[in-house]
């Protein structure tokens, strides 16, 4: 730790910073409570050591300053007083100490008071820590949130605007009354659609049973649910065979994003070519999806695994978004990540990192 250590008298700053040094802190020496201000505002140290009567700035001003200057980090005060002084120690309690430790200064005791600020200061920045995750993961839920109500509102509003319609001219037009009902299932399928993937990727990282799988034989699952859609596509599905550890149900659930991925964003008139395969790497376990579509600029890599985040180019079919959201979700409930980069073939490669053993285990 650092350690500011602020002191009039010579000799017990000297004694003060041996005690800091052999405790294996780095120390920073001030004669005076202005000199200790404008040091603790250079260096941030994570203790500050003050005797109470100073020139300059005093023992109980410098705490309130360091208080009231305080952010995120946390600095741990401990007071030097005069023997039986405890009106002076109440006071600097008052102020925004921590502790105190008596003159003449026992080297003993400061060495015990800096191993509570070592335990106090990394509660702290961990308690910090977690806070600012707290508000990021909040601020992601609230955006989140924003953009399931935008996707749920434009069926929704379809659907109320045509069953209007249909209902006005149900009697006087019965075959556009039958084309809005049509409009209406079409809106309402799609919102139920939507409904299953938010449900789906809510629901990963619950139940977690990692097994002994075979990529060829997941691969051939998968595709042969999505057999309809291949055939139409004229999509070609490769896959050397590998063996890893991982969660079964999300695998598929990961795999068959990515194949509809490739299928859905394939180049007009070029039938999809999806390559996929695994291997270890170090400590890492890996699964490759290559395709050779239309790619992923590298300035929207980064976005597309956002919730409800899609690209609107030209010639891209409607999607919910979650796909990639959905995938990147599975490689972190495996204690891995998901990397996405250019296909050899100009497409995308889709890389789901996952790591070795259960996160906790």
Known sequence: MKVLVADDDAGSLLVAKAAVEKSGHECIIASDGDMAWQLYQDHHPEVVVTDLMMPGLNGFDLCRAIRAAESGSYAYVVLLTSHGAREDVLEG????????????????????????????????????????????????????????????????????????LGSMEAETDPDSASQYLEIVGHSARRMLSMVEELLTFASIGGSFVRSRLSLADLVKDVSDDLSLGLREAGALVECQDFDFDADESQMRVALQNLIQNAVAYRRAGVPPVI????????????????????????????????????????????????????CARITAAHGGHLEISPSPSGGTTVSLHLGVAVPGS
């Open 93 to 164: 309690m008052r102020a925004g100490a921590d502790d105190y430790v008596t003159k003449p200064l026992d080297p003993f005791i400061l060495h015990t008071r800096l191993l509570a600020a070592r335990r106090v200061t990394t509660l702290h920045g961990a308690l910090a820590e977690a806070l600012t995750e707290t508000r990021g993961s909040n601020e992601r839920l609230a955006e989140f949130t924003g953009r399931v109500s935008h996707d749920l509102r434009n069926p929704l509003t379809s659907i109320l605007g045509y069953v209007e």
């Open 275 to 326: 390559q996929i395969q695994g291997q270890s790497s170090g400590a890492d376990v890996v699964i490759q999806v290559a395709d050779n579509g239309k790619g992923i600029g590298a300035g929207d890599r980064r976005r597309v695994v956002e919730p409800l985040v899609r690209l609107h180019r030209e010639g891209d079919p409607p999607g919910s978004g979650l796909g990639l959201a959905t």
